[in-house]
């Protein structure tokens, strides 16, 4: 690999040890996909600090890297990791559990993040700008910020994403180089009568990630009033059912406002036309229960936005969640700071719901909850919930959880 | 008679072991379990599988990002697989290898070969790894 006279000094350890490690590890993954140099990238998103999804193996790389004097190089947001940090006593997390946790935010704080704690980095103040080359880990964000938001990264692992950030550098691959982020498959959704709800657009991104599997999606027939976060709900989605790292909405994300700016070709490009019956089927496989079985309500997979807090607060408006039903929403900082100075978040917790920040219903402790089967309006977290967490789900849309909610058994909370 | 595969070697090595094949796309994350060692999605169609000593072969990967995580993790344990037989091997699977070397000097050869050539895979055979080459015994 072509290396500069920076890159060759951090090379030598004049900056470093960790700097050497995450480099040399950064030469060897170019390597292996034939990457001719690197490019630098101006942020970093760490999806490695989550330790309820990684375990003692990232916890020690994290430590190791911070030992050895490891300093960001370029601003680094960090995702979700996995326990509320103010309020994880009151959420009845196992205190070693919590510690470890504790140790692996203090890794990275140490290191020079920025500590945002989201999965939804694109929708707070550190989101970059269109076509500018970052590291992203965390397969929603990638989605997102490739697509949405027309910045360039790979679809990049844990570990990836500290060497990067480490290093300010990534190899010069794959979606970095804009030839390689061109359409390979034409999704025609022009038939289905969307609804402007996330849930819809869930179903729709589970739908096309199982369809494009690795390749990148153009979706045609998208309506212009698509919002933020049905956009995020549908990346969650196509990256869990696929290993999409971008697709296109023709006339809606910036580098698809035709067919022809995405393809060479696009009569030669294979196209699925998505019926009504394939939307319904991948709506049904999202559950494995029954609504009526349901004993808590998950929403914010990825995190809550202002918007959907609101929106929520709304629906209640002021309605007493019975204390036999569960009602959580996982939401970051910044956006539960922003609400703090309205009524909203006191109203939501009055009705009864539980507002966790930082941290994530897939990568937690909960051996201090019993609840057996979740209502959720989240693809991701319908996908993953049985195999991580044990639990039954059901997928429904922000209506019904709250219907459902409001009336399940027991007595107001307070 | 043995037949030889010749695939393209990601992260090279020497192993043998027992092949277990998946024919869907598959996710470390949400697909293993490194506190079990064992296929915990239940919709994969090599569900409750054991990898550790075994040979693990899927098409090409998907969902989370985590599967670099997942798979350190359950190298550092010793419950991984021996090595990853793969039709487009990930990225974020190659990471996972890259750095257990770099952490533990642990190694675990990944492999791509054609989706002609992945037919020829059966869960039961007994492969022999050589960097790029696979002979099924």
Same mark, same amino acid.
């Given at each position: 690999m072509k290396l500069t006279q920076d890159e060759q000094e951090i090379l030598s350890g004049k900056r470093g040890e960790a700097a050497k490690i995450a480099l040399?590890?950064?030469?060897?993954?170019?390597?292996?996909?034939?990457?001719?140099?690197?490019?630098?990238?101006?942020?970093?998103h760490i999806d490695g600090c989550l330790y309820g999804a990684v375990g003692e193996a990232g916890l020690e790389f994290a430590e190791k890297m911070r030992q050895m004097g490891g300093r960001v190089a370029v601003p680094t947001t960090l995702n979700a990791n996995s326990r509320d940090i103010n309020c994880w006593v009151n959420h009845r997390m196992n205190a070693e559990f919590a510690e470890k946790n504790a140790r692996m935010e203090k890794a990275y704080l140490g290191m020079g993040a920025i500590p945002t704690?989201?999965?939804?980095?694109?929708?707070?103040?550190?989101?970059?700008?269109?076509?500018?080359?970052?590291?992203?880990?965390?397969?929603?964000?990638?989605?997102?910020?490739?697509?949405?938001i027309g910045a360039r990264t790979e679809r990049y692992g844990d570990y990836t994403d500290l060497c990067c950030a480490l290093t300010g550098r990534a190899p010069k691959f794959g979606l970095h180089i804009k030839k390689n982020r061109l359409?390979?498959?034409?999704?025609?959704?022009?038939?289905?009568?969307?609804?402007?709800?996330?849930?819809?657009?869930?179903?729709?991104?589970?739908?096309v990630g199982k369809l494009a599997k690795d390749k990148i999606p153009a979706i045609t027939g998208i309506p212009q009033w698509v919002t933020s976060d049905q956009l995020k709900a549908f990346s969650a989605a196509i990256a869990s059912s696929g290993a999409v790292a971008m697709f296109h909405m023709i006339g809606i994300t910036p580098e698809a406002p035709d067919l022809n700016t995405i393809s060479d070709d696009p009569s030669n490009i294979e196209t699925i036309e998505i019926t009504k019956e394939m939307y319904l089927d991948s709506r049904k496989s999202l559950s494995?229960?029954?609504?009526?079985?349901?004993?808590?309500?998950?929403?914010?997979?990825?995190?809550?936005?202002?918007?959907?807090?609101?929106?929520?607060?709304?629906?209640l408006n002021g309605r007493f969640i019975p204390e036999e039903m569960e009602f959580w929403i996982y939401t970051n900082r910044e956006v539960y700071s922003l609400l703090e100075s309205t009524l909203i978040i006191d109203n939501l917790i009055k009705s009864g719901v539980?507002?966790?920040?930082?941290?994530?219903?897939?990568?937690?402790?909960?051996?201090?909850?019993?609840?057996?089967t979740v209502m959720t309006n989240s693809a991701k977290y319908a996908h993953y919930m049985k195999a991580l967490t044990g639990r039954e789900v059901v997928f429904a849309n922000l209506g019904e959880c709250i219907n459902t909610a409001l009336q399940s058994k027991g007595q107001p909370r307070i | 008679m043995k037949t030889i595969i010749k695939g393209k070697s990601l992260v090279g090595g020497s192993t043998e072991g027992t092949l277990i094949v998946s024919h869907e796309p598959f996710s470390f994350f949400g697909g293993f379990s490194f506190k079990t060692g064992s296929i915990v999605d239940t919709r994969s169609d090599v569900y409750q599988e054991v990898l550790k000593g075994k040979i693990? &072969?899927?098409?090409?990967?998907?969902?989370?990002?985590?599967? &670099?995580?997942?798979l350190l993790e359950a190298l550092r344990k010793g419950i991984a697989p021996r090595a990853i037989i793969n039709i487009n091997s990930e990225k974020i699977l190659a990471i996972g290898s890259i750095v257990a070397e770099k952490m533990y000097g642990l190694n675990l050869p990944i492999i791509s070969i054609s989706e002609d050539d992945y037919q020829l895979l059966k869960t039961g055979l007994f492969l022999r790894i050589n960097n790029e080459i696979i002979e099924v015994m």
């Open positions: 040399e590890i950064i030469i060897e993954l170019g390597e292996l996909y034939g990457a001719a140099e690197l490019i630098p990238v101006s942020k970093a704690w989201t999965c939804a980095p694109y929708q707070g103040v550190c989101a970059p700008r269109f076509g500018e080359q970052v590291a992203w880990a965390e397969s929603n964000a990638i989605v997102y910020v490739n697509s949405v359409a390979q498959i034409i999704i025609n959704c022009e038939g289905l009568p969307l609804k402007s709800s996330t849930d819809d657009f869930a179903v729709l991104g589970y739908l494995s229960a029954t609504p009526e079985s349901a004993d808590a309500i998950l929403i914010g997979c990825p995190h809550a936005s202002a918007a959907e807090l609101m929106e929520i607060a709304d629906l539980r507002i966790i920040r930082d941290t994530c219903f897939l990568n937690t402790d909960l051996s201090g909850w019993n609840m057996k | 693990f &072969a899927f098409p090409c990967g998907k969902g989370s990002s985590s599967t &670099a995580g997942v």
